[in-house]
């Protein structure tokens, strides 16, 4: 019975909205120009988003990406700690390949073998102090940043500026840190 309970959580929380994760209207394609890969690697603060199930009831998270030469990929490591500050660490080591290599700006990002999504840079500080990333059909959305705190004003500039790029900025939260 247990198996059961394992496999329908997997079809019908990660299998079948990763397999829709297309079966979308909307079919955004925008990136920046141009992403120095170096200057984007580091740790970065997730300020605000429309984030995913693994991603619910989160604190402090943060994405910190690092260039495995060896592979030629983008080592990524998702941390946050689950339903408040002092909660449980959660981890999630992930991958990701420059899809793009011209503006190095559409990523496909590999939670778990075999499945790849598209991660695209579709907005971006000149100084590499703040991001914004989404995804084709506009389902996820999220605002990083190098520092923890943001304010209000800094993240509703940001979405002015992804809402006039036509990406969908409705039902944006923000993520706790400190």
Known sequence: MKRI???LFFVTSILYPALTMGCSSMNFTHT???VD???FMGKWYVW???TTFLEKNCYSSTETYTWNKEK???DISFNCRKGDFDGALRSIPQKAWIENKTTQAHWKVQPWWPLKFDYLIIDLDPNYEWTAIGV???AYL???GRNPIASDQQINQI???IQTLEYPVEKVKRVPQR
Do not use: C, H, Q
């Open 159 to 161: 979405l002015k500026r």
């Open 37 to 39: 890969t170096e200057k």
């Open 136 to 138: 084709p059909n506009g």
């Open 142 to 144: 999220w605002i990083m």
């Open 5 to 7: 309970g394992s496999f």
């Open 32 to 34: 920046v120009d141009y």
């Open 48 to 50: 605000a988003g429309r």
């Open 72 to 74: 030629e990929r983008i």
